[in-house]
């Protein structure tokens, strides 16, 4: 039996799902890591430690969408993933209060907390997708994917305005007051979005009669499958793109909000307001690209964004370096955002590039492909924050001057986004991904597909 597509407003109600992923993210990666290394005077590295874990934990979901799968539904999963989310923030936060007068209590109760913020990121987000994929008529599914993709930046960008202007003067206690109302709130907007959109006798949209599945000895094992994708030049090509890029793109997430505490002397909620700049320019630069390249416009091919973006990043990197130099009197804000713009537009030229090229192999390995991609692009950001991290504190250890360390870290990401731009010109083939096409067209739906800060 097939059930009846989702509405415009039921494809709103489940982009609130996204909104609280976004939202409670964003307080554990930006405010809460940068309260550890400014006031707390901790080792950068703890955060990055504490955040590659979480991201270490979303290997997983292919097992959070297969649990889905077998049960038959999604709904319970999501609700899972978001409550357990919620709570893995709350943790968090009294972690990082509780490390200010008892530091083993607090850290092993942060390894606990972002364990359970991975598990829920994973099982939330994965099925989420899941869940748009089967209840989403065909002719909807591209906008639908572009609205819950901009629900989740204003996730960001929304939660790190209020919350910069609420946590000052900033307490240990004011920090856990406000991630448990903000987490509050993202549960109940998720429960508010998947209430009743999912039903026992509402099958997905696609339902067919099943086809008889192929005997198991006739299904080529997964490690097969994997060393077939893996032994293709433009597949292996792109691997080593996707993550030396995002090791580039993740590596300033852990140490631009302390750097802005420590060189610019702003409070928690200032900074935390500038992780809202940031994230406003990528929503732009997304934008930008995907206007650019559709609407009849059809500016540049998704390989020249993807270089361009790239070496935009690493100009914008520059002028970080210069405002370590600098100091008060350069203008941090405008950097900021201007590194966002070029860190969304290489991201979402990149992710049209990945899925044009999911399928150029044959052999009906585009899953495997993309998961090929999508583990190297979470590994990436998990070790991307913990090496930013650690070349602080190594530098600082060394008796450089703490705003040379974060410039000198700025300056090396640099440096890679310059060799990823190189290596794209080779790892992307331009033929099937050029604006003439319609990849643009397709972009909004290829983001929400692919793994993000949020979900």
């Not at 809460?32 to 990055?48: D, F, I, K, Q, T």
């Not at 307490?171 to 109302?181: D, H, I, K, Y």
């Not at 020249?304 to 370590?324: E, K, P, Q």
């Not at 991609?373 to 650690?390: H, K």
Request: a neutral charge.
């Amino acid at each position: 039996m097939t059930g009846a597509p989702l509405s415009w407003f039921g494809i709103f109600r489940l982009g609130l799902v996204q909104t609280a992923l976004g939202a409670v993210v964003v307080l554990t990666t930006s405010t809460m890591n940068r309260v550890m290394v400014v006031e707390l005077a901790l080792p950068a590295m703890l955060p990055g430690l504490l955040v590659a874990l979480h991201y270490g934990l979303q290997v997983l979901r292919p097992r959070w969408g297969y649990g889905s799968d077998v049960s038959g539904r999604r709904t319970p999963w999501i609700i899972g993933g978001i409550v357990t989310l919620a709570v893995g923030g709350i943790l968090a936060s009294v972690a990082t209060a509780l490390m200010a007068t008892s530091f083993m209590a607090g850290f092993s109760l942060g390894v606990f907390a972002f364990t359970l913020i991975g598990i829920g990121v994973g099982s939330a987000g994965t099925n989420l997708l899941a869940l748009l994929a089967t209840r989403v008529a065909p002719e909807r599914r591209g906008a639908a994917a572009t609205i819950v993709w901009l629900m989740m930046i204003a996730g960001f960008v929304v939660t790190t305005i209020i919350v910069g202007s609420v946590l000052d003067p900033f307490t240990p206690m004011r920090l856990v007051v406000v991630t448990s109302a903000v987490s509050l709130v993202a549960v109940t907007a998720a429960l508010l979005g998947v209430w009743g959109i999912e039903t026992s006798n509402v099958a997905p949209l696609d339902a067919r009669p099943a086809a008889p599945e192929l005997p198991v000895r006739e299904q080529p094992p997964f490690l097969d499958a994997l060393a077939q994708v893996w032994s293709e030049p433009s597949a292996r090509r792109f691997t080593i793109f996707v993550f030396l890029s995002m090791l580039a793109y993740s590596m300033q997430d852990l140490i631009l909000e302390p750097f802005a505490g420590i060189v610019f002397a702003m409070t928690p909620g200032q900074s935390t307001k500038l992780a809202g700049v940031q994230h406003a320019g990528v929503f732009c630069g997304m934008v930008l690209v995907a206007v650019a390249g559709s609407a009849g416009l059809g500016i540049g091919s998704l390989k020249s964004w993807t270089i361009a973006g790239c070496v935009a990043s690493a100009v914008t990197l520059l002028g970080l370096v210069f405002a370590g130099i600098e100091g008060q009197g350069w203008p941090l804000k405008e950097t900021v955002f201007a590194l966002g713009a070029a860190n969304g537009a290489f991201a979402v030229a990149a992710i049209g590039s990945m899925m044009s090229l999911a399928g150029s192999g044959g052999k009906s390995r585009e899953g495997v492909r993309m998961g090929l991609w999508g583990a190297a692009q979470a590994m990436a950001f998990g070790l991307g924050g913990f090496a930013g991290s650690v070349g602080v504190d190594l530098l600082n250890a060394m008796g450089t001057a703490p705003a040379a360390s974060y410039t000198t870290v700025f300056a090396v990401e640099a440096m890679m986004f310059l060799a990823a731009a190189a290596l794209a010109m080779r790892a992307i083939e331009p033929s099937g991904i050029s604006a003439s096409s319609n990849e643009f067209e397709n972009l909004p739906a290829r983001a929400a597909h692919f793994p993000s800060r949020g979900g």
